[in-house]
């Protein structure tokens, strides 16, 4: 009988370096997934713009705890900036090879990418969007009315997807990491997913919002409803955000 995780952690070992393509001069893959030619591109607000109530780092720790129920509301652009910001956006930019963003990422390869649907979210149209964190934009890839229905079913968690304004969809791109990293960057972008995900669930209570992460998942129907190519990026880790206390 075969032991998955027992050889996932062997083969995954550092170093390995005949797995380092780098090393091996093999051209580096895009920093960011390409956005389609028809997808219409929408610029977000500055993340600066939005006000805090009084919140610390430590109230958001001592007040986590499970969600289960979300009522309906919806999120304004604003809070949506400043959610896909803290999780993914690019802080500082030294040169093309010292991109800073607001998540550690191993050898700075950031191989996670943010997706969402959103289902009531103010001045945008219910659909799926790709963020775009060298821009800080969202590129909208499909509207559809139906997509949180969707994406409800996929996630397993239907009355909470359904109920939330937005719900975020973390794919990851193994070969960014693997290309500097080797096999050690398999295991790397698994914690990733923790770090992003973290990230949310830090800076959404800082705006009063719950986030209800997900990690069980049917990854064929996710990847459908995402449209990415199942040879290269594989969806890891989902998380509905949303109120627990009714909006109206």
């Known amino acids: 009988m075969t032991?998955?995780?027992?050889?996932?952690?062997?083969?995954?070992?550092?170093?390995?370096?005949?797995?380092?393509?780098?090393?091996?001069?093999v051209?580096?893959?895009p920093p960011e997934n390409p956005v389609p030619d028809n997808a219409k591109?929408?610029?977000?607000?500055?993340?600066?713009?939005?006000?805090?109530?009084e919140f610390s780092s430590r109230d958001a720790l001592?007040?986590?705890?499970?969600?289960?129920?979300f009522s309906r509301s919806s999120m304004n652009l604003k809070e949506l900036s400043f959610?896909?910001?803290?999780?993914?956006?690019?802080?500082t930019v030294r040169d093309r090879e010292t991109v800073i963003r607001n998540v550690p990422s191993s050898g700075r390869r950031h191989p996670i990418n943010t997706y969402f649907v959103a289902g009531e979210v103010e001045g945008i149209p219910t659909g799926l969007y790709q963020y775009i964190p060298s821009k800080h934009q969202i590129a909208l890839l499909r509207e559809d009315s139906d997509l949180p229905f969707a994406m409800g079913t996929a996630s397993m968690n239907f009355k909470m997807v359904?109920?939330?304004?937005?719900?975020?969809?973390?794919?990851?791109?193994?070969?960014?990491?693997?290309?500097?990293?080797?096999?050690?960057?398999?295991?790397?972008?698994?914690?990733?997913?923790?770090?992003?995900?973290q990230a949310l669930i830090m800076a959404a209570a800082s705006i009063e919002y719950k986030v209800h992460p997900?990690?069980?998942?049917?990854?064929?129907?996710?990847?459908?409803?995402?449209?990415?190519?199942?040879?290269?990026?594989?969806?890891?880790y989902l998380a509905a955000v949303g109120k627990t206390t009714p909006q109206y």
């Open 3 to 25: 032991n998955p995780g027992k050889e996932f952690m062997e083969k995954t070992s550092y170093p390995d370096f005949s797995t380092f393509d780098m090393i091996l001069r």
């Open 27 to 29: 051209p580096e893959p």
């Open 41 to 53: 591109i929408i610029k977000l607000p500055s993340p600066k713009r939005i006000k805090f109530p």
């Open 62 to 69: 001592e007040n986590w705890e499970p969600t289960e129920f």
């Open 83 to 91: 959610l896909l910001w803290c999780m993914q956006g690019v802080k």
């Open 162 to 197: 359904t109920r939330a304004p937005v719900t975020f969809i973390w794919t990851v791109v193994p070969y960014r990491s693997v290309w500097a990293l080797g096999n050690r960057g398999y295991r790397n972008v698994l914690i990733e997913a923790g770090h992003v995900c």
């Open 214 to 236: 997900i990690d069980l998942f049917h990854d064929q129907m996710v990847t459908q409803l995402t449209g990415n190519d199942p040879a290269s990026e594989w969806p890891l």
